[in-house]
C-alpha cells in the first residue's frame, strides 16, 4: 500500500511538478532575454520541455519519493521567487 | 542524392556488420581474424565518411545531411535483415549497390 | 528507468501508435489524395493552365473580391481556381479544372477527405478541438519520455547490432525487432516527438508569451480585405495577371527553383488592387513561408516586400519545425522517411506486445488473469491491427461508395470509425490468438485486395496515370499489396507459433481488484 502510495506521489511529482517547472522556467527566461518578443517566447519555450523531461526522469529516479519532490520543488519555489521579483520590473519597462 | 547515398550507405554498413564476430560467422563461415575485424571497421567507417562528405559538400547540403541519417536507419534495416535471412548474400548485394552509386550519381 | 519505460510506453502506447501510423501515411498525403480521387485531371504547371484558370474565373465570378488560381506541383497534379464573393467561409468557393484538351464542364470529382484524413488524425485523433492536440502532446511527451528512458534500459544495444533473432521464441524476436527498429532510427525518434512538441508550444506553454507585452505596432493597422464594389474600377484584366505572370515566372525559374504555384488576386475592382504569385522554395530544411512576389493591381508595378529579420532562434525554431513536417524531402528520401515510420510504429507495436508477452507466462502460472492484463492484451490487438482495418475499410469505401451520396466524405469517416469499433467489440468476445489472427487476415484481406478494387472501379485512370508517366497511383497500390503481404506473414507466423495457451482463462477476466500495480520491475 505505501509502495503504491509512493509511486502515485512520484507520478504527482512528474506531472505536475515537472510542468510547474517547465511553465515557470519559460516565464523566467522569457522574461531575462533580451530578444525580440516571438524570438524570446521561443527560446524560452523550447528548452523547456527538456526541463520538463529531467524533472520526470529524476522524480521516478530519486532514492525515496520525498527527494523527488524536493528536487523538483526546490527549484520550482526558486523560480516562483524569481517571477515575483522579475515580473513587476518588466511591467514597469513595458509602461 | 537519396540514392546515391543509400547505395554508399548500405555497403558500409554491411562492412561494420561483418567486423562482429557473430555476423561475420553467418555471412562468411570462418571466424574473424583481428586484422580482418580492423579492416572491415576501416572500410565501413570510411565509407559513412564519404558518403558524409558527399552530403555535405552538395548544394542542397542541408535536406543531404537529414537524407544521410535517414539512409543510414533504412540501410541498416536491410543489412539486418539480410542478415538473418540470407546472410551469404550480403557481400554480393552490398557490391551491387556499390556499383549503382556512380550510375545513380550521373542519373540524377 | 526500466519502470518508467514500461509505464510511460504503455500508458499512451495506444494512442502513439495511432499517431504513428497516421504520421507516416501523412509522408504521402498528396499522392494518397490522388488515389482517392482518381477521377481528378492531371495538368501540367504551364501558362496555358494559367490562362485557363482566369478564363474561368471571368466567366463565373467577375465580381467576386479575391480571385486565386493553384497550379500543380509534381505530388499534386490537379489545378484549381477558387473565389471570394463575401465575407467570411461562405463566401469562399472553389472549383477543379478541366485537363486542358477537354472542354466542357469541370469534372465531378469524388467528395472525400483524401490525405487529409490522415494528416489532421496525425495530431487531433478525430477528437473535439482542442482535446485532440493536447492528447497528442502528452503522448508525443511520454514518447519521449520512453526513448530517453529506454536508451538507458536497453543500453547494451551496441552488442546486439544488426541482430534480428527471427526463432521459434517469440519474445526474443519481438524484443530483437523492438531494439533493431528503436536504435537504427533513434534520432529521428527523438526529432519528431520533441518536434511535436515544439510545433504546437504556443498551446502546451502558453506562459511565456502570456507574460511577456504585447509590443505595439509601428505604423498604420493593416488594411482591411476590401470586396468587389459596384464600379468595376481597378480590376487587373487578364492580359495584365498573364504578363506579370511571365514576369514573375522567368524571374524565378531564371534561378533554377521552382515557378509560381500560387496567384492571388485581391482588393479587385477597387484602387488598392493587387496581383500576388508565391511558391514554395526548395532546398533549405527549414519551415518557410512561401516565397511571394506581389505587383500593383492598377498599374502592374512590382510592390516591395517587407523582409522580416531572422534572429538565431527563429532559424533553429524552422529548423526544428521544418524537419518534422518534412516537405524539403524529394520522393527518394520521402520513401526513406516513410521506412522510418513504418519502423516507429514497429517499435511502438513491439513495446505493447512485449508489456503482455513478458507477463504472459507469470499470469498463466498462476492461474489467473488479472483484468489489466486483460485489458492490455485486447486494447493491443484492437489498436495495432484494429487501426489496419478501420484504414483499409476507409479505402475500401472511397472506391464502393457511390459518387453522389451526400456528405460522402463523412460517410469514409465514418467507415474508418465503425470498421475500429468493430474491431475492439470483437477482441471482446473471441480469445485474444485467435482474433489476433482473424484479425490479420482481415488486415491482409483488406490491403493485398485494394489493387484488385482498385483495378476494377478505377483501372482506367491507372492506366492513364501510368501512360501520363504518374506514377503515384500505382505506387499506391503496391505499397498496399506489400503492407498486406506483411499482414499475411504475420498471420501465418501466428498460426504455426504454439502457444502456451488455456485460451479459455484468458477470454474471461477475473476480478479487477487483482491488478498489478507497482511490483513491475
Known amino acids: ?95 | 542524392m537519396s540514392g546515391v547515398l543509400l547505395t554508399l550507405i548500405f555497403p558500409s554498413l554491411a562492412c561494420l556488420a561483418v567486423a562482429m564476430p557473430l555476423h561475420h560467422r553467418r555471412v562468411f563461415g570462418r571466424e574473424l581474424a583481428p586484422a580482418g575485424r580492423a579492416v572491415w571497421r576501416l572500410l565501413g567507417a570510411g565509407g559513412l565518411l564519404a558518403a558524409l562528405g558527399l552530403a555535405l559538400t552538395s548544394r542542397q547540403w542541408t535536406a543531404d545531411l537529414v537524407a544521410w541519417t535517414v539512409m543510414l536507419a533504412v540501410a541498416g534495416l536491410a543489412v539486418t535483415f539480410l542478415l538473418t535471412y540470407a546472410p551469404r548474400v550480403l557481400p554480393a548485394v552490398g557490391l551491387v549497390a556499390l556499383s549503382l552509386a556512380p550510375a545513380l550519381a550521373w542519373w540524377g | 528507468m526500466t519502470w518508467l519505460h514500461t509505464w510511460t510506453g504503455l500508458l499512451l502506447g495506444w494512442v502513439l501508435f495511432a499517431i504513428m501510423v497516421t504520421g507516416t501515411a501523412t509522408y504521402f498525403r498528396h499522392e494518397i489524395t490522388r488515389w482517392m480521387q482518381p477521377e481528378m485531371p492531371a495538368h501540367s504547371a504551364e501558362r496555358q493552365t494559367m490562362h485557363a484558370g482566369l478564363a474561368r474565373l471571368q466567366e463565373i465570378a467577375p465580381k467576386a473580391g479575391r480571385w486565386g488560381v493553384e497550379l500543380p506541383d509534381a505530388r499534386s497534379g490537379a489545378a484549381s481556381v477558387w473565389w471570394q464573393e463575401g465575407p467570411g467561409r461562405q463566401g469562399f468557393k472553389r472549383e477543379v479544372l478541366p485537363a486542358l484538351h477537354q472542354s466542357g464542364p469541370a469534372p465531378q470529382v469524388r467528395d472525400t477527405r483524401g490525405g487529409e484524413f490522415f494528416y489532421r488524425f496525425h495530431f487531433q485523433l478525430q477528437l473535439p478541438h482542442p482535446w485532440g492536440r493536447y492528447l497528442a502532446g502528452a503522448a508525443a511527451m511520454f514518447m519521449f519520455l520512453a526513448l530517453i528512458s529506454g536508451i538507458v534500459t536497453h543500453r547494451q544495444f551496441f552488442k546486439d547490432f544488426f541482430t534480428f533473432r527471427s526463432g521459434r521464441n517469440g519474445p526474443r524476436t519481438t524484443l530483437d525487432l523492438h531494439n533493431v527498429t528503436a536504435v537504427l532510427a533513434l534520432p529521428f525518434y527523438l526529432l519528431i516527438s520533441y518536434s511535436a512538441l515544439v510545433i504546437f508550444m504556443h498551446m502546451y506553454l502558453p506562459w511565456a508569451e502570456k507574460v511577456l507585452p504585447e509590443e505595439k505596432e509601428a505604423g498604420t493597422p493593416p488594411p482591411a480585405v476590401k470586396m468587389a464594389g459596384e464600379n468595376p474600377i481597378g480590376s487587373p484584366d487578364l492580359a495584365m495577371i498573364l504578363r506579370l505572370y511571365d514576369e514573375a515566372q522567368s524571374s524565378w525559374t531564371a534561378g533554377e527553383g521552382p515557378g509560381v504555384r500560387r496567384l492571388e488576386v485581391s482588393s479587385r475592382n477597387t484602387p488598392e488592387a493587387s496581383v500576388a504569385f508565391s511558391r514554395f522554395d526548395t532546398g533549405g530544411v527549414g519551415m518557410q513561408r512561401p516565397a511571394r512576389l506581389e505587383f500593383n493591381g492598377l498599374t502592374g508595378e512590382a510592390v516591395e516586400q517587407k523582409t522580416e529579420p531572422k534572429g538565431i532562434v527563429t532559424a533553429i525554431h524552422s529548423v526544428i519545425y521544418g524537419l518534422h513536417l518534412a516537405r524539403f524531402a524529394g520522393s527518394g528520401l520521402r520513401w526513406g522517411f516513410f521506412v522510418m515510420g513504418l519502423m516507429g510504429s514497429v517499435l511502438v507495436a513491439t513495446g505493447l506486445v512485449l508489456w503482455t508477452l513478458k507477463r504472459r507466462n507469470r499470469h498463466l502460472s498462476a492461474g489467473r488473469v488479472p483484468f489489466g492484463h486483460w485489458l492490455v492484451e485486447r486494447l493491443n490487438l484492437a489498436t495495432i491491427a484494429g487501426l489496419f482495418i478501420a484504414i483499409g475499410a476507409l479505402f475500401w469505401a472511397n472506391r464502393l461508395l457511390p459518387a453522389s451520396l451526400v456528405g460522402r466524405g463523412d460517410w469514409e469517416v465514418d467507415c474508418f470509425l465503425y470498421a475500429w469499433g468493430a474491431a475492439l467489440l470483437h477482441v471482446c468476445v473471441r480469445p485474444v490468438m485467435r482474433a489476433w489472427r482473424e484479425q490479420l487476415i482481415l488486415v491482409a484481406f483488406l490491403f493485398s485486395g485494394l489493387p484488385l478494387l482498385d483495378a476494377f472501379t478505377a483501372g482506367s485512370y491507372l492506366r492513364g496515370s501510368m501512360q501520363a508517366g504518374q506514377w503515384a497511383h500505382a505506387a499506391f497500390d503496391v505499397a498496399v499489396l506489400l503492407l498486406g503481404l506483411v499482414a499475411w506473414m504475420a498471420a501465418v507466423r501466428l498460426t504455426r507459433q504454439k502457444v502456451k495457451q488455456p485460451e479459455k482463462s484468458l477470454t474471461r477476466p477475473s476480478a479487477p481488484q487483482d491488478e498489478p500495480a507497482s511490483e513491475v520491475a
Open chain 1, 1 to 95: 500500500m505505501l509502495a503504491k502510495l509512493g509511486v502515485a506521489s512520484r507520478w504527482a511529482a512528474a506531472i505536475g511538478g515537472g510542468y510547474a517547472l517547465a511553465a515557470l522556467s519559460s516565464v523566467v527566461l522569457a522574461l531575462t532575454l533580451t530578444l525580440p518578443r516571438e524570438e524570446a517566447v521561443m527560446a524560452a519555450s523550447m528548452p523547456a520541455f527538456l526541463i520538463f523531461a529531467a524533472a520526470v526522469v529524476w522524480a521516478f529516479c530519486a532514492r525515496t519519493a520525498w527527494l523527488a519532490w524536493a528536487g523538483i520543488g526546490g527549484p520550482v519555489l526558486i523560480l516562483a521567487a524569481a517571477v515575483w521579483w522579475l515580473k513587476p520590473v518588466v511591467i514597469a519597462a513595458a509602461v
